[in-house]
Structure formats: C-alpha cells, structure tokens
C-alpha cells in the first residue's frame, strides 16, 4: 500500500514542514505572517499545498498571501 502525505497539517505537522517549532509558527500566525488555518470543529489545521505555495512565495504576510490568492490568474 503506498503511504500518501496528509493534505492538512497540524501543528506539529506544518512547524515541521516549515522547519520551525510550534511556538514560532502560533507567533507568525499570531504577528500575521502566516496563512489562515482551516478550522474543523476545534481542530486547527493548515493546507499543505498552501503552506508550500506560500513558502514558495516567499512567506508573504498573510494580507498579501491573501491578495495574491484573490488576483486573477494573471496578476500573480
């Protein structure tokens, strides 16, 4: 059976993914400068493919993150 990497993270998952501790990711969410998380339920959760995208992006804040996300295909 092959082992597929989860599409939402944690937070042990996404601090891990962005090479930082948990503390410092709730603070880049805290200060701004991280992508939304989705919630479910009290669950706490980030998009792998975002936090990639975003790092690929070069961790814009979270308002230009957004912008960028809302630009049509060809602004970006």
């Known amino acids: 059976m092959m082992q ?6 944690d937070a042990k998952g ?3 993914l962005l090479a930082v501790g948990k503390t410092h990711l ?4 805290a200060s ?3 992508p939304r998380p989705v919630r479910l339920g009290r669950a706490v959760r980030w ?3 975002e936090l990639e995208a975003w790092t690929a992006a070069g961790c814009p804040s979270a308002e230009r993150w957004q912008a960028l996300q809302n630009a049509p295909s060809g602004r970006r």
């Open 4 to 9: 597929t990497e989860p599409i939402l993270l």
């Open 26 to 29: 709730y603070g880049l969410l």
């Open 32 to 34: 701004g400068r991280l």
């Open 14 to 16: 996404a601090a891990a």
């Open 47 to 49: 998009r792998r493919d």
